[in-house]
């Protein structure tokens, strides 16, 4: 079956640092990927995606490409904010009649100033 | 532009008692919905999907259970609480756009349960 391997963390970072989340993943077929931000207290919210090899899905300053020949699709930003401090969720979304997606166990990450 | 509400947003229930969480979409027809629990220290996990109204389907067994009595309308049910239905419930939707084309998955805001 599918399946989403990353980072469970925490990651703590200094504010301006680089930021990976590393994602792998295992599916059949061609799954669309996906990173989902979630906040304290709230629900996810779609941070960005890429549909097909080699895509790049960028957001907010993150950016992660599907690289279908090492199965990955690690997240990235260049300089991380204290407002940045959420569980990111890496997941993967493969065909069928009603879209199942495989999540990530999730990583959670804390910016300090 | 489309949304999606969760109700109550937080909820604290004794063990036994029933339970009943609602999730509506506004802004599309015929969505696909879904319903997740997180775990405290875990990731998502799908309790239920539904492509239809009336039609749900279950991912894992337990004593929770999902209606779809209207076309964007969800419900999340059990008769009986246990302690280990507490966590964050997350209602998601979804469009068909297409055999084989996948959509995104967009979620509600979550209802957090605690079970005592």
């Known amino acids: 079956g599918n399946s989403v391997t990353q980072m469970e963390g925490p990651v703590t970072l200094s504010e301006e640092a680089f930021l990976t989340i590393n994602c792998t993943y295992t599916a059949t077929g061609y799954p669309s990927l996906f990173w989902y931000v979630q906040y304290p207290g709230e629900g996810l919210q779609l941070l960005l995606k890429?549909?097909?090899?080699?895509d790049k899905g960028s957001n907010k300053g993150f950016e992660a490409t599907y690289r279908k020949e090492t199965t990955s699709f690690h997240l990235e930003k260049g300089s991380v904010q204290v407002s940045d401090s959420a569980v990111y969720f890496c997941?993967?979304?493969?065909?069928?009649?009603?879209?199942?997606?495989?999540f990530g166990i999730g990583t959670k990450l804390q910016v300090i100033p | 532009s489309q949304t999606i509400h969760q109700w109550p947003a937080t909820l604290v229930q004794p063990v036994g008692s029933p339970l009943s969480l609602e999730c509506t979409v506004e802004?599309?027809?015929?969505?696909?919905l879904y319903w997740y629990r997180q775990a405290a220290g875990r990731g998502l996990q799908l309790l239920f999907y539904s492509v239809g109204i009336g039609q749900i389907s279950s991912e894992v067994p337990q004593n929770l259970s999902a209606s779809r009595p209207q076309d964007r309308q969800f419900i999340l049910s059990s008769k009986k609480l246990l302690l280990s239905d507490s966590g964050f419930y997350l209602c998601?939707?979804?469009?068909?756009?297409?055999?084989?084309?996948?959509?995104?998955?967009?979620f509600g805001p979550g209802t957090r349960l605690l079970v005592l």
């Open positions: 890429a549909t097909k090899a080699d």
């Open positions: 998601a939707w979804s469009v068909v756009v297409g055999a084989g084309v996948q959509e995104t998955q967009y």
């Open positions: 997941a993967l979304s493969d065909s069928g009649g009603y879209q199942k997606v495989t």
């Open positions: 802004g599309t027809s015929n969505p696909n």
